[in-house]
């Protein structure tokens, strides 16, 4: 059974920092992108960051870029997101999912394995 299973989340004070965690296990997904995604409460799910297959590369969402930074071990078939400077509008529940590819993708559709999602809340 193919799992992803996000830890980390909690409830931080504004300009503070969490470390996400995703941690697969069922198949290896070494060779494919990893992605975080967040939704906040009626919002729609939003496009966080994203990594390649090994690594060499990364991307970020503008509002986050500079502040959430995506890392990968494969040999602990783990997945990260360091979070800092937190702010209140960061509130939501995180995702992370496994890639159809080894090069990573912005939109939903392009992932087909999901976690449960982790809640992050931010407070003022």
């Known amino acids: 059974q193919v799992q992803l299973v996000e830890s980390g989340g909690g409830l931080v004070q504004a300009g503070g920092s969490l470390r996400l965690s995703c941690a697969t296990s069922g198949r290896t997904f070494s060779s494919n992108a990893m992605g975080w995604f967040r939704q906040a409460s009626g919002k729609e799910r939003e496009f966080v960051a994203a990594?390649?297959?090994?690594?060499?590369?990364?991307f970020t969402a503008d509002s986050m870029k500079g502040r959430f930074t995506i890392s990968r071990d494969n040999a602990k078939n783990t997945v990260y997101l360091q979070m800092n400077s937190l702010k209140p509008e960061d509130t939501a529940v995180y995702y992370c999912a496994a890639d159809t590819a080894p090069f990573p993708h912005r939109v939903p559709d392009s992932y087909n394995y999901w976690g449960q999602g982790t809640q992050v809340t931010v407070s003022s």
């Open positions: 990594i390649s297959w090994s690594g060499s590369s990364t």
